[in-house]
C-alpha cells in the first residue's frame, strides 16, 4: 500500500523559508519512472501544481515559481523535500505530495504516466507575521 | 501557463447523469491523452477517478467515465449517487513538461 505523508511548519514569516518533507512508504524512489509532486491550495481555491522530481533525479517546476522552488529526494530515507523561499501570505495553503506510478515498456514503446495516483493528506501552511 | 476552464458548479439528482468539462489549448489537452480527474470531498485529499482521459483506476466505479474532443475533456458520472457530491478537477500534462489543473467544478447532488 502506497502511503505518502507531509510534515513540516505550521506557521510561517513572510520573506522566510519553507520546507515541506514527503515521506513514503510502499515504494522506493529509485523504482524506475517513479516521481513524487507537490500540489498546493489555497483554502477555498483550486488547486496547484508546483514541483515534481524522478527516480533519476529529473526535476520539473511550476513555470512561474521556478526560482523560488527547490525539490530534492533522500531514496535512502524515502523522503522528498520541497523548499520555497520569500513566503508571502499569498502562499497561505494546503501542500499536498503525491505519487507518479512507473512506466512500463514492451518491445517497442514504453508507456509514461502523467497522473498522480496517490496523495497524501495534506500539510496547512499559513503565512502570516 | 493557464489554469484549464471548469464549470464552477454542476448539479443533478440522484440517478441522473451529469457531465463536467474541461477546456484547455493545444499546449495542454489538445497536445496529449493526458487529462486526469481528481474527486476532492470537503476537508480530504484528492481522489484520482480518472486518468488518460478514460481510464479508471483500480476500485472506481464504472459509473465515472472520461472523454475527449479537441482541446476539450470531459467527465461523466452516470447514476447520481449521494456520495457523488464534492469537488472535481481535471488535469493536464503540458508540452513544457509541466502539469496543470482546472479550476475545480462543485457537484451538488440535489
Known amino acids: 500500500q502506497i502511503t505518502l505523508k507531509e510534515s513540516g511548519p505550521t506557521l510561517v514569516k513572510p520573506t522566510q523559508t519553507l520546507t515541506l518533507t514527503c515521506a513514503v512508504s510502499?515504494?522506493?524512489?529509485?523504482?524506475?519512472?517513479?516521481?513524487v509532486g507537490w500540489i498546493r491550495q489555497p483554502p477555498g481555491k483550486a488547486l496547484e501544481w508546483l514541483a515534481l522530481v524522478y527516480w533519476n533525479d529529473d526535476d520539473r517546476y511550476r513555470p512561474s515559481l521556478k526560482s523560488r522552488l527547490t525539490i530534492t529526494k533522500d531514496t535512502s530515507r524515502n523522503k522528498v523535500v520541497l523548499t520555497m523561499t520569500n513566503m508571502d501570505p499569498v502562499d497561505t495553503a494546503t501542500y499536498y505530495c503525491?505519487?507518479?506510478?512507473?512506466?512500463?515498456?514492451?518491445?517497442?514503446?514504453?508507456?509514461?504516466?502523467?497522473?498522480?495516483?496517490?496523495w497524501g493528506q495534506g500539510a496547512l501552511v499559513t503565512v502570516s507575521s | 501557463q493557464s489554469a484549464l476552464t471548469q464549470p464552477a458548479s454542476v448539479s443533478g439528482s440522484p440517478g441522473q447523469s451529469i457531465t463536467i468539462s474541461c477546456t484547455g489549448t493545444?499546449?495542454?489537452?489538445?497536445?496529449?491523452?493526458?487529462v486526469s480527474w481528481y474527486q476532492q470531498h470537503p476537508g480530504k485529499a484528492p481522489k484520482l477517478v480518472i486518468y488518460d482521459v478514460t481510464h479508471r483506476p483500480s476500485g472506481i466505479s464504472t459509473r465515472f467515465s472520461g472523454s475527449k474532443s479537441g482541446n476539450t475533456a470531459s467527465l461523466t458520472i452516470s447514476g447520481l449517487q449521494a456520495d457523488d457530491e464534492a469537488d472535481y478537477y481535471c488535469s493536464s500534462y503540458t508540452n513544457i513538461d509541466t502539469w496543470v489543473f482546472g479550476g475545480g467544478t462543485k457537484l451538488t447532488v440535489l
Open positions: 493545444s499546449s495542454d489537452v489538445g497536445d496529449y491523452d493526458y
Open positions: 510502499g515504494f522506493s524512489l529509485s523504482t524506475g519512472g517513479v516521481g
Open positions: 503525491a505519487h507518479v506510478p512507473p512506466g512500463n515498456c514492451s518491445s517497442s514503446t514504453c508507456y509514461i504516466p502523467y497522473h498522480f495516483d496517490s
